[in-house]
């Protein structure tokens, strides 16, 4: 019996020594995979859209799109951010939500210096909707915190418009457009549809072109059928990290209803009206992504 207790030994030794090589091994390897997975969620990519776009450039109104900020899990360098859309000196930018998902008033000091970095840098409107984690994370679902927040934004400049189940119209060259800003779908589940109506006939008697923006693309599904001439919205960060057949929607994400049929990035169109969904600029959980960048979104649509 004695014989046998140093083989013994030697086994657990041996046996021990591979877990470690092989624990070793799986450590450098997700080493490797975060330092690859967080270069790419820096690449800012600037990605041209066009709707209803006309022959001459003048006929066009040109604005920039961005969404999901995430500025506690911001990757890309939030001096190229601006720099990147003054530099194609929009007529307007749209934000669809998503500053933080955190309470953390450094987060909201954050986002208000962002912001007001991009008004001085752009020089044109901002017009915002917001995100299920601004009301969930940012403002602690407090509607004191949030009306706070936005008497802070406007503060910084009248031009900045936050759109809560509301609308703006923008006036270039005789022309308008009508920007209708819908409520997350978190606290927006009806009703929307009703509001489309209402604006689109405001934007019918002003032969203006009519934009709806929301957070989250699944809102389409309750605006039914020709709602808007186009609409935008976030949300999805394309997937973050992307798996095959949206897996990462369907096994993490499942409430996400349009994403888990396959729509959850880009150009596209939806009960008859074009959409724009962005993969954002921030990250969630992790400073991470693999398959899609955050982008902004340079688009031009064409007057009526
Ligand atoms: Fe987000």
């Given at each position: 019996?004695n014989?046998f207790?140093?083989l013994?030994i030697?086994?657990?030794?041996v046996?021990?020594r591979?877990?470690?090589?092989?624990?070793?091994?799986?450590?450098?390897?997700?080493?490797?995979c975060?330092i690859?997975f967080?270069?790419?969620?820096?690449?800012?990519?600037?990605?041209?859209?066009t709707?209803?776009?006309?022959?001459?450039?003048r006929d066009?109104?040109k604005?920039?799109?961005?969404?999901d900020?995430?500025?506690?899990?911001?990757?890309?360098?939030r001096r190229?951010?601006v720099?990147?859309?003054?530099?194609?000196?929009?007529?307007?930018?749209?934000?669809?939500g998503?500053f933080?998902?955190?309470?953390?008033?450094k987060?909201?000091?954050?986002?208000?210096d962002?912001?007001?970095s991009?008004?001085d840098?752009?020089?044109?409107?901002?017009?915002?909707?917001?995100?299920n984690?601004?009301?969930?994370?940012?403002?602690s679902?407090?509607?004191?915190?949030r009306?706070?927040f936005t008497r802070a934004l406007?503060d910084i400049?009248?031009?900045?418009?936050?759109?809560?189940n509301t609308?703006e119209?923008?006036?270039?060259?005789?022309?308008?457009?009508v920007?209708?800003?819908?409520n997350?779908?978190?606290?927006?589940?009806?009703?929307g549809?009703?509001?489309?109506?209402?604006?689109?006939n405001?934007?019918d008697?002003?032969?203006?072109?009519?934009?709806?923006i929301?957070?989250?693309?699944d809102?389409?599904?309750?605006?039914?059928?020709?709602?808007?001439?186009?609409?935008?919205?976030?949300h999805?960060?394309?997937?973050?990290?992307r798996l095959p057949?949206h897996?990462e929607?369907?096994?993490?994400?499942?409430h996400?209803k349009?994403?888990?049929?396959?729509i959850?990035?880009?150009?596209?169109?939806?009960n008859?009206?074009?959409?724009?969904?962005?993969?954002?600029?921030g990250c969630?959980i992790?400073?991470?992504?693999?398959g899609?960048?955050?982008e902004?979104v340079l688009?031009?649509t064409?007057?009526k």
């Amino acid at each position: 019996m004695n014989e046998f207790i140093p083989l013994l030994i030697l086994e657990s030794h041996v046996f021990l020594r591979n877990l470690l090589i092989i624990l070793l091994i799986l450590i450098i390897f997700a080493l490797l995979c975060y330092i690859l997975f967080n270069s790419i969620a820096k690449k800012l990519k600037v990605k041209r859209v066009t709707f209803y776009e006309n022959s001459s450039e003048r006929d066009n109104f040109k604005f920039i799109f961005i969404s999901d900020l995430h500025i506690n899990c911001l990757p890309v360098d939030r001096r190229k951010i601006v720099s990147e859309i003054a530099a194609e000196s929009p007529d307007f930018i749209v934000f669809t939500g998503d500053f933080a998902h955190s309470d953390e008033e450094k987060y909201k000091k954050e986002s208000l210096d962002f912001f007001a970095s991009l008004i001085d840098a752009a020089a044109c409107p901002i017009y915002i909707t917001y995100g299920n984690h601004d009301i969930r994370d940012f403002f602690s679902s407090d509607r004191l915190k949030r009306d706070a927040f936005t008497r802070a934004l406007t503060d910084i400049s009248p031009r900045i418009r936050v759109l809560e189940n509301t609308y703006e119209i923008f006036r270039k060259n005789g022309s308008s457009i009508v920007i209708g800003g819908l409520n997350d779908i978190t606290e927006n589940e009806s009703g929307g549809k009703d509001l489309c109506a209402k604006w689109k006939n405001i934007a019918d008697s002003e032969n203006a072109r009519f934009m709806t923006i929301s957070h989250n693309p699944d809102i389409l599904l309750t605006l039914g059928e020709d709602f808007a001439d186009f609409f935008l919205a976030g949300h999805t960060h394309a997937g973050q990290i992307r798996l095959p057949f949206h897996a990462e929607f369907k096994i993490l994400r499942m409430h996400d209803k349009l994403p888990c049929r396959g729509i959850y990035y880009g150009k596209t169109v939806f009960n008859n009206v074009p959409i724009y969904i962005t993969s954002g600029l921030g990250c969630s959980i992790l400073p991470i992504r693999f398959g899609t960048y955050p982008e902004i979104v340079l688009i031009e649509t064409g007057m009526k």
